[in-house]
């Protein structure tokens, strides 16, 4: 069961080159999905799609069942929790617990409920304990978890991260990254990861390659991220569990594609 | 030595409730013609030392000297400027510092300071831009509407356009996309090879694995490790619990060591250890 279906999409930001070409893909229901695709892929563009941001030139979109138009907008965008790139661009309260609250606010929750909300999804992110601190007093990381506590407060569906861990330090992008698996564990939430990082497309259960506004390939991770020539040829890095693969086969040992511990078991 | 630097201490604040110690009694040095990588957690001091490199906060105890200058504590420090010119820093998401109408006019800025003519500041300008891969057809553009990896070869133009014999980059691959990032340090490692000295603060291990020659570690403003890459990493661990994250290649050590599988764990090179793998094969 599909919970986004994405039907022959095109979209265009100057009416000239197509940002997106005919695009296709469909987000099976409680799976973890990474996007990758270097800059300028259209990989952005299609979460600014799925929430209405921006309107596509043709094409249909259907999420959990509705299409995408001017009546559905409002109920499919509080489906959609989205985390952007940059953690100072969307800490707007001046504590964590404000910052929570701000989404909680505006779709009128009880004064009464909300501070329970907050304390539920600030320890789900692992930020109880710091509830009264200023973004100053934050790490990027630290604030990227508040930005996805608050996404979560609006108990959305589908939890779409727009290179939500690019600007972090490998610490901070560990933090983010494990956290989301954690989340996707334990809920079952679809996620929709838009990112650079090949390892992380690695651990996923679906992958989809952009280029040049066109989707070049989708599947399981370790089927589509095998093929070097493919990775290469759009820019992209190659995992390193695949480097090891190939490395070993350049001196006669060959072993499955799997993880890198995996790799070793067949040693 | 490019750099010798000893006992040095920086306060923030002294003599106030706010005092903090940023730098405790640091002595280190840096080789000529080094590809140098700092690393350390957040707050660990990385900023605060290089900051020194070019007297743009000078310590408040002990010293350094940077190619032959001397700055000490309490000691006025007097003509800046060879030192500015020698010493070429690039802060972190430097693009934010870009302000002139025209990208040449934004690289010329530096030169002119220091006194070249109009039309000396020109070529260099034009040579830096070259060197960052912008060709002419950049020249006359606004540096507010180019994308955000070519903003920071614009600003590293306006660096290298002081022709410094240091180049000090605090986490210059920040944000950028893969492929970005790679040419990113290949101009690094370019201009290593033509004899410029690179301090490169980072937190990606993988960078120090791939380019440097030399690694400080710091730790709560106090240096935990200093020596040749290789070192460091053959080093048992070090690197963890310093806010730092594995390259993969050292994962994969473990993960062999693990099932005890005989192999080079002195290699830092992918190759080298598959073909060590195999000759273990061979010896069972």
Wanted: some cysteine.
């Amino acid at each position: 069961m599909s919970i986004i279906e994405i039907k022959n999409i095109s979209f265009s930001y100057n009416n000239t080159d197509l940002a997106l070409s005919n695009v296709s893909l469909s987000i099976p229901q409680g799976k973890y999905v990474t996007i990758v695709g270097h800059n300028g892929s259209g990989k952005s563009t299609i979460a600014k799609c799925i929430i209405g941001l921006l309107q596509t030139s043709q094409g249909e979109i259907i999420v959990d069942g509705l299409p995408l138009n001017l009546e559905n907008v409002d109920e499919i965008r509080s489906k959609v929790g989205l985390v952007f790139q940059n953690p100072d661009n969307q800490f707007i309260g001046s504590t964590v617990r404000d910052d929570i609250a701000f989404g909680l606010e505006n779709h009128r929750i009880d004064p009464k409920e909300m501070d329970g909300i907050i304390e539920r999804f600030a320890s789900a992110v692992g930020m109880s304990e710091y509830l009264n601190f200023e973004p100053t007093k934050l790490s990027g990381g630290q604030k990227q978890r508040v930005a996805i506590a608050g996404a979560l407060s609006m108990a959305p569906q589908i939890l779409i991260l727009d290179e939500a861990t690019s600007m972090l330090d490998p610490k901070g992008k560990a933090e983010v990254n494990d956290l989301v698996k954690q989340l996707h564990e334990q809920t079952n939430m679809t996620i929709i990861s838009i990112t650079h990082d090949i390892e992380e497309a690695y651990q996923s259960d679906v992958v989809y390659v952009m280029n040049e506004g066109q989707v070049l390939d989708y599947g399981h991770p370790h089927e589509v991220l095998a093929q070097e020539a493919l990775l290469k040829s759009i820019k992209l890095d190659i995992p390193f569990a695949l480097k090891f693969k190939y490395a070993l086969k350049s001196v006669g040992i060959d072993v499955p594609q799997t993880t890198l511990e995996g790799m070793v078991e067949h040693l | 030595m490019i750099i010798d630097v000893e006992k040095l201490s920086y306060e923030y604040s002294p003599n106030s409730v706010f005092a903090y110690h940023a730098l405790k009694e640091v002595t280190t040095s840096i080789k000529e013609g080094s590809f140098t990588a700092i690393i350390g957690a957040t707050g660990s001091g990385k900023s605060t030392l290089v900051q020194h490199f070019n007297a743009l906060v000078t310590p408040t105890g002990g010293s350094l000297v940077v190619d032959g200058k001397r700055i000490s504590a309490n000691e006025k420090v007097k003509e800046l400027k060879p030192l500015r010119k020698k010493v070429g820093l690039v802060f972190q998401f430097p693009e934010y510092q870009l302000f002139e109408e025209t990208i040449l006019k934004d690289v010329m800025f530096g030169p002119l300071n220091f006194g070249a003519t109009q039309i000396e500041a020109q070529d260099i300008a034009q040579e830096s831009l070259n060197r960052v891969g912008l060709d002419s057809s950049f020249y006359e553009r606004s540096p507010l509407e180019l994308s955000g990896g070519q903003k920071r070869r614009v600003a590293i133009a306006g660096i290298l356009a002081l022709r410094p014999k240091i180049l000090v980059l605090d986490e210059p691959t920040a944000g950028l996309d893969p492929e970005g990032s790679a040419s990113m340090m290949a101009l690094f490692q370019d201009l290593n090879k033509s004899k410029t000295t690179i301090v490169m603060i980072t937190h990606d291990l993988n960078h120090v694995l791939n380019y440097a020659t030399d690694v400080i570690m710091l730790d709560q403003g106090s240096v935990v490790f200093e020596g040749s890459k290789d070192d460091f990493f053959n080093e048992t661990n070090l690197h963890e619990g310093y806010g730092l994250v594995k390259p993969p290649l050292l994962e994969l050590r473990s993960y062999l060591k693990a099932k005890n599988i005989t192999f080079d764990d002195h290699t830092l090179d992918l190759d080298k250890l598959a073909r060590s793998i195999k000759e273990g094969q061979r010896h069972d």
